[in-house]
Nanobody, 121 residues
Framework: QVQLVESGGGLVPPGGSLRLSCAVS????????MAWYRQAPGKQRELVAA???????NVADSVKGRFTISRDNAKNTMDLQMNSLKPEDTAVYYC???????????????WGQGTQVTVSS
């Protein structure tokens, strides 16, 4: 069974740092685009950062300069390094990936279960 498994969320004071990780488990052929999304209470889910297999990134203006997305294609993992965290970064963070499960199959979008990030003193 293919799953995206997130880890690394928690409670951190303003100005602190956290590192989120996402691992793709199960049998797959390829991983295409990967991304982190977040959803704060009462708000729509929004894109935080995305990364292509070649390492090209797209980062939301609200986190640019503070968050860094990376991936390890050999390990099927993706990370989000979050620095200088602000209370408005509080949200559930979701891992997202476009996966090819079998040779010749179409890409399927997968989501992780979400991990809570709370920035508060």
């Amino acid at each position: 069974q293919v799953q995206l498994v997130e880890s690394g969320g928690g409670l951190v004071p303003p100005g602190g740092s956290l590192r989120l990780s996402c691992a793709v488990s199960g049998s797959i052929v390829s991983i295409y685009a990967m991304a982190w999304y977040r959803q704060a209470p009462g708000k729509q889910r929004e894109l935080v950062a995305a990364i292509t297999p070649g390492g090209r990134t797209n980062v939301a203006d609200s986190v640019k300069g503070r968050f860094t997305i990376s991936r390890d294609n050999a390990k099927n993992t993706m990370d989000l390094q979050m620095n200088s965290l602000k209370p408005e970064d509080t949200a559930v963070y979701y891992c997202n990936a476009d996966l090819q499960i079998t040779i010749g199959s179409l890409l399927v979008e997968y989501w992780g279960q979400g991990t809570q990030v709370t920035v508060s003193s």
